[in-house]
Structure formats: structure tokens, C-alpha cells
């Protein structure tokens, strides 16, 4: 009797590997056949589950991004005050960044290759990252209106010093490697709290 294969799983495995590759080999000279012998599959397997290589680095941004939506549909229920919920939500993308180290070293390579080409980054990454910054957003405008951030504080720049903490992280994480995720969270409890009233 033939064995059950969970295609689900089995394209998750695809994607993890390809994701290795890439941050070993750099995105452009990695090609199928690699990805089939790394994974221990046939070429022909593979096209199967991603037609090329750009699907399977969009499936793996999609997959990191479901988690922070995920995460953000269960605070939005959640009876805790707006900055909780922002503390935990960035908690949570702080730790998938550590969890996603190999991912965000190929990130940075890819918008490193479009600036040297001269092109926009794909609309999946734009997309993606304007997704986030509309979240934290709303959580920062939210906190503003029940009166736990000051009424003063421009909701638009508060967003863009918290964005710009992920993109510290990013760069730590990736290029030198010294990041810590104690210390990033330590850094955002002083940004954020920065923002409370204290009335």
C-alpha cells in the first residue's frame, strides 16, 4: 500500500529548505534542481507544489505574515488595554524574527539586488509591509482615543519610530547578529511608554 503523503507539510518542508538555500547561496544562484536535491525530490515533484523560486519566497512571506495577522485577530478580541495589546503584538514579531533569522538574511538580499537593479521591491514584500504598518497603526490610534497615549502624539510618526524598531531588529539580525531579544524589547518599552499619559 502506498504511503500517505501530506502535501501541506510536505510543501512547508519545500519552502524551510529553499529558504536555507537561498540564505546560503544568495537567492540568484539558487536554481530547481538545487532545491530538488537539497530536498531529496525530483525536479518534476517540486514544480508540483511551486511553479519557481519567487512563489516559494512569496509562500514563505506569506506564512510569517499569517502569524502576525493571526496574532493581531486574537488581541483584537482581547479585553486588555491598546498598549498591551501593541506590547504583545510587537513581542510576537520580534520573536519571529528571531525564529526567521535565515528568511530575513534573504529579505535583505533581495531589496539590497532591486536597489543595485534599480527596481521595486516585489508587491508582495510592499504589500505586506504596508499590512503591518496599518496594524500597528490602528493600535497606536486606538490607545490615542482611550486615552492611554497622549492626545498630543501624531498617531503617523509614532507608527514610523515603532516600524523603524522592526527594522533595527531586521538589520541586527541579519547582517551583524548581535541582536538580542531581550534587549529589542527593552528598546520598545522605552519607545512606547515614552507615548503613555501619565495624567
Do not use: W
Not at 24 to 39: L, T
Not at 171 to 192: E, F, K, M, P, Y
Amino acid at each position: 500500500m502506498a504511503k500517505s503523503v501530506n502535501h501541506h507539510e510536505r510543501k512547508r518542508e519545500i519552502c524551510a529548505t529553499c529558504i536555507k538555500l537561498f540564505a546560503q547561496r544568495g537567492y540568484e544562484d539558487v536554481n530547481f534542481g538545487n532545491i530538488a536535491k537539497e530536498c531529496g525530490l525530483s525536479r518534476t515533484l517540486v514544480y508540483t507544489y511551486f511553479k519557481d523560486k519567487r512563489t516559494i519566497f512569496n509562500q514563505a512571506i506569506f506564512e510569517l505574515t499569517t502569524a502576525v495577522a493571526d496574532k493581531y485577530r486574537e488581541l483584537a478580541k482581547s479585553k486588555q488595554t491598546a498598549d498591551a495589546k501593541l506590547r504583545e503584538l510587537c513581542v510576537t514579531v520580534f520573536a519571529l524574527l528571531f525564529d526567521n533569522r535565515d528568511f530575513l538574511c534573504v529579505i535583505v538580499d533581495r531589496l539590497c539586488n532591486f536597489r543595485r537593479l534599480k527596481q521595486v521591491p516585489t508587491e508582495n514584500i510592499m504589500r505586506h509591509t504596508l499590512g503591518f504598518k496599518r496594524i500597528v497603526h490602528s493600535m497606536i490610534v486606538e490607545a490615542c482615543h482611550r486615552g492611554e497615549y497622549t492626545s498630543n502624539l501624531d498617531a503617523n510618526r509614532a507608527t514610523a519610530l515603532v516600524y523603524s524598531q522592526f527594522e533595527a531588529a531586521i538589520l541586527q539580525l541579519a547582517v551583524s547578529g548581535d541582536a538580542t531579544l531581550s534587549a529589542l524589547i527593552g528598546q520598545l518599552n522605552i519607545l512606547l511608554n515614552s507615548f503613555k499619559n501619565n495624567d
